[in-house]
C-alpha cells in the first residue's frame, strides 16, 4: 500500500529557531498536504499543494511539493510557543482517500 | 459553529459491547470520512460516503463495523463486539474538494 515516511519523529527547539520536517513516499501524490494536531484535537490544514516543483507559504509556514511527486518539506520559521504539536504530511492518492504519516512531534522551549 | 461536529468526544466500553458514533459534517460538504488514530500514529481511511452514497472501505474496517449516511447528512459509525484493539481516536472529515475539515474525535476506550 502506499507509505508515507515522515522524520523526524520528534524534535526539540528553542523559541525563535527555525524549523524543516519532510516526508517522503514510495508511490507518486496528487496532492501533498500539512496538517497540525493539538492534544485532544483533529488534524487542522495548514498548506496544500498541487503539482511538483510548487512552493507555498502560510504566513511563517512554507511547504513545498518535491519535483519526483514522491515527496515534501515543511518549514517553520522563528517558532513560538504555540507551534507546539503534531505535524502530520499527507498524499491524496485518489479522490476518495488521503494517507498520513506517523507525524513529527514538535516541542518548543521558550 | 459551523465546524465539523462529532458525538460523544469520549466513551468507555467493556469489550463485547457495541458502540455508535454520531458525525455531523459541515453542511455544503458533499463527502464524508472515518478515519481511526491510534496513539504515536497518522490517521488511517476506514470509510468514504459522497452523499449517502458509501463509494470506499478499507480492509481495516472489519465486519463488526459499519457506517451509514441515511440522508447524506450525518453519520454513524457503529462497531459491534468490541475488542480491546478497537481502542482508539475515531475522525470524522468533510470535504467539497481537496483538503479535509476534521471534527475533534471520538476517543474510545474499551477496557
Known amino acids: 500500500g502506499q507509505q508515507l515516511n515522515q522524520s523526524p519523529q520528534s524534535m526539540f527547539i528553542q523559541e525563535g529557531e527555525d524549523v524543516s520536517m519532510n516526508c517522503t513516499s514510495s508511490?507518486?501524490?496528487?496532492?501533498w498536504l500539512w496538517y497540525k494536531q493539538d492534544p485532544g484535537e483533529g488534524p487542522v490544514l495548514l498548506i496544500a499543494?498541487?503539482?511538483?516543483?510548487e512552493l507555498t507559504s502560510n504566513g511563517r509556514l512554507t511547504a513545498q511539493f518535491g519535483i519526483t511527486r514522491k515527496d515534501s518539506f515543511l518549514n517553520i520559521s522563528a517558532s513560538i510557543p504555540s507551534d507546539v504539536g503534531i505535524y502530520f504530511c499527507?498524499?491524496?492518492?485518489?479522490?476518495?482517500?488521503?494517507?498520513f504519516g506517523a507525524g513529527t512531534r514538535l516541542t518548543v522551549k521558550p | 459553529d459551523t465546524g465539523v461536529s462529532q458525538d460523544p468526544r469520549h466513551k468507555i466500553t467493556k469489550r463485547g459491547q457495541n458502540v455508535t458514533f454520531r458525525c455531523d459534517p459541515i453542511?455544503?460538504?458533499?463527502?464524508l470520512y472515518w478515519y481511526r488514530q491510534t496513539l504515536g500514529q497518522g490517521p488511517e481511511f476506514l470509510t468514504y460516503?459522497?452523499?449517502?452514497?458509501?463509494?470506499?472501505k478499507s480492509r481495516l474496517l472489519s465486519d463488526r463495523f459499519s457506517a451509514e449516511r441515511p440522508k447524506g447528512s450525518f453519520s454513524t459509525l457503529e462497531i459491534q463486539r468490541t475488542e480491546q484493539g478497537d481502542s482508539a481516536m475515531y475522525l470524522c472529515?468533510?470535504?467539497?474538494?481537496?483538503?479535509?475539515?476534521f471534527g475533534s474525535g471520538t476517543r474510545l476506550t474499551v477496557v
Open positions: 499543494l498541487y503539482k511538483a516543483g
Open positions: 508511490s507518486i501524490f496528487n496532492t
Open positions: 453542511s455544503e460538504h458533499n463527502r
Open positions: 460516503f459522497q452523499n449517502e452514497a458509501q463509494l470506499e
Open positions: 499527507a498524499g491524496w492518492y485518489n479522490n476518495n482517500d488521503m494517507r
Open positions: 472529515a468533510s470535504s467539497s474538494g481537496v483538503g479535509y475539515t
